[in-house]
């Protein structure tokens, strides 16, 4: 078994209650906080966990790339790394083009390319950042001129991590190849990791002559967990509704058909254009939970997430586990024992 840390997944909450939340997560015994990009972005809600709770690992997972130029992500995630004391690890990501275009005004031509020439932009400006010459020149992005005057400087810690999002086989590769960890698809389930993801990191990595055992496997986990049939079946229901969500997309499609579901993307896709949403939860049957989740009660979850993670994960994120805070303390709980474990 890998040394496992375990964060739990945030949606950016409003700026005023993220210290009390950043110190209930230390408490409960996680290992850090990962911070989503929806609706809020995830670097100022990053910034005020940093100063409520100093020692937690904090991540973006994942940040979207390309509305930002490199220079403004590399920047902040450098801040972000001094005020943690090095404990902060930049996730990028893609998103989709109807996002990327329409929602950010930004471009998305190429997005597997313009990502790697991206990681490797940001790492060019943590180099200028201590003092070294900013000289990249890329496919996507050019970056030559950083004066003292408008450098961050030098800071006491390394260099942050940067992590991408990956799903398919060359972004993947690319990932073992250019980052410091991928972050794994949520209903990516043990059978996918094990013949898509380690293979594919372990050949980028060699690309570029890197053991893969340095790059951090990055994996959040849905449950469904409760003590009683009533809790449960609760839970059953919401992971439902999110694996329903994520199986709509297209290009996820693959890691259906390979776990012996072929055809759920499409079922769910003609029930997502009629807008019914209730339809497209009903295609995700109980054999698809049993795969895509992992289901037990409170003391055996552990585990139960040890057994299906344990010798693939460098960190698990616990996805779901805010609202409630008897769950949230019990998350933190079943966190603190796989930290021990490990």
């Known amino acids: 078994m890998r040394h496992v840390h375990v964060d739990v997944m945030i949606t950016p909450q409003p700026l005023q209650t993220i210290g009390d939340l950043a110190r209930r997560t230390q408490a409960a015994g996680f ?9 809020r972005t995830p670097f100022m809600n990053a910034a005020l966990a940093a100063q409520a709770a100093p020692g937690l690992d904090l991540s973006t997972g994942v940040a979207v790339a390309f509305p930002r130029s490199p220079f403004i992500a590399a920047a902040t995630a450098w801040e972000l790394q001094e005020a943690t004391d090095g404990r902060f690890r930049l996730g990028l990501g893609t998103q989709v083009r109807t996002h990327v275009v329409r929602r950010y005004g930004a471009e998305f031509e190429h997005p597997g390319p313009r990502l790697r020439d991206y990681v490797l932009a940001v790492k060019a400006c943590f180099a200028g950042f201590r003092g070294g010459r900013l000289d990249h020149h890329g496919d996507f992005y050019n970056l030559d001129f950083l004066t003292p005057q408008w450098s ?7 260099d942050p991590k940067v992590d991408v999002a990956a799903v398919n086989p060359w972004m993947l590769r690319m990932a073992g190849e250019v980052a410091d960890g991928v972050h794994v698809h949520p209903v ?6 094990a013949r898509h993801v380690v293979p594919n990191i372990a050949a980028g990595a060699a ?3 890197r053991d893969p055992k340095e790059l951090a496997v990055i994996i959040p986990v849905m449950t469904i967990v409760g003590d009683t049939d009533e809790e449960r079946d609760r839970a059953r229901e919401s992971v439902r509704m999110s694996v329903s969500f994520y199986g709509s997309t297209p290009n996820y499609a693959f890691i259906f058909d390979e776990a012996g579901f072929e055809g759920t993307t499409a079922r769910i896709r003609e029930k997502q254009k009629a807008g019914d949403f209730k339809g497209m939860a009903a295609q995700i049957t109980d054999e698809h939970l049993a795969t895509f989740a992992t289901e037990s009660t409170w003391d055996g979850l552990a585990d139960a997430l040890i057994a299906r993670y344990g010798d693939l994960a460098t960190r698990l994120v616990i996805y779901n586990a805010t609202g409630d805070l008897d769950r949230f303390e019990r998350f933190g709980e079943v966190a603190r024992r796989i930290t021990a474990r490990a």
């Open 31 to 39: 290992s850090g906080m990962l911070f989503t990009e929806t609706g």
């Open 188 to 193: 990516a389930e043990p059978g996918y990791i």
């Open 152 to 158: 961050p400087g030098p800071i006491d810690a390394p």
């Open 207 to 209: 690309k570029s002559g």
